[in-house]
Every structure is written in C-alpha cells, then in structure tokens.
C-alpha cells in the first residue's frame, strides 16, 4: 500500500502502480513589485524572517525525530537532521497566477510507476534572480476546493544537490491572484526516505532551467 509523498495533502492509502527581452523582464519586476506593496503588511524583517524559516525547519525535525513516519525509525540517523540550503531571503519572491480555466484531468507519473491525476489551476510567473520564470500549480483531481495548490518543481540542482525527482511547495490560497513563492520552503518529497509514499513527478514545463539552492537538499555524504 502507497501513501501520498508531500505535505500538501492528508496522507491516505491507495494500491500500488494507481495513481524576452529585459524590458519583458522589467515589465514583470514591476508589476509584482506594485501587486505586493499594494496586498498587504509590510515586508519580514530580515532577521525575523530568518528565524522564523529556522524555527519551521526546527518543528519539522522534531517532529520527525518523534515518530516513525514518514522517516522510520531505523532511517533516523541517515536523514536527520533535515539538510537545507542557507536562508537566502532572495529566494522569497512574488508569484502572479495566471487562471486556467481547465477541467481537464492531467496524470503524473509518480515514483511506484504508476499515475497520480491532477487539474491546472494556474501558472505562476515571477522573477528569480533576475530571471523571469514560471511554473504550473496544480490541485488534486479529487479536490473539492482549490484552497491549497500544489507546485512540483525540479531544476539543475536535481539529482546532485537535491532529490533527482524534484521537490515540492505547497501555498495557501489568496484572496488575489499574487502569491508568496517561497523556495526556502521548498522540500523533498517523502518517497525519498521512505518506498511506502508515493510521489508524482514534476511535469516536463516545471523543469527549472536554473539552480534552485534554497529550501530542502540532500544531505552531504
């Protein structure tokens, strides 16, 4: 029996093998520079920001450390603590979704062989690094609200720095169409500590031609 790989969904049980220019560039800058200072409070202190990021990545091992699962127990000691990236607050940019309005039923090859279906919610485009990007966040076809999407994502630090699968970000739904995109809270998903999750692979237009080092990576042997 297979369990779902991320965060952003209740773990459940399900039978195996289931499941262009730089003027466009400034243009984006700009206007999810206007998007954020017009949503909401003002930006994190840096050092506040910092903690907080710690504080979460604290609570995660802990909790980890006190159970079995996702990382059993005998595992603890390969895994734990969690390696991360520095906290680069760079990393931390504004997302303008851009609707889709799609009812088709997309399926996700996933880490047992098998498929996983979702449905498009949306694209996300930002700016990281100076470089305008975009990825697709998705909602699983069973959902019966989007309230929380789902982003799958790999990038060329993929199998060497970080999980080769790819990794995950889970974001709460806005009020607005403009997003936190928050990769130092990218993680890995559970199928990599543990062959009872099943994880859906990132579809090929959320292939990141760009080195991702925040959030989650691997751990240094």
Known sequence: MYRIGHEGTKARRRKPFGFVASCLRGLV????AAAVACSS?????PKDYAARIAAGRKAKDDSFSASDDPIP???HTTFLPLAYFPIDPDYNVAASLKRIDDATVY???T???????FRKVGTLEFVLKGQALKLTAFVPASARSVDRLFVPFSDLTSGTETYSAGRFLDLDRTGTDIYELDFNKAYIPYCYYNPTYECPY???ENRLKVPVRAGERMRKS
Do not use: R
């Open 73 to 75: 127990n005998a595992s």
């Open 202 to 204: 990132p579809p090929k």
């Open 29 to 32: 800058v700009v206007l999810l």
């Open 41 to 45: 409070a003002p930006p994190d202190d």
């Open 111 to 117: 880490s047992t062989g098998g498929a996983d279906k």
């Open 107 to 109: 399926e996700l090859p």
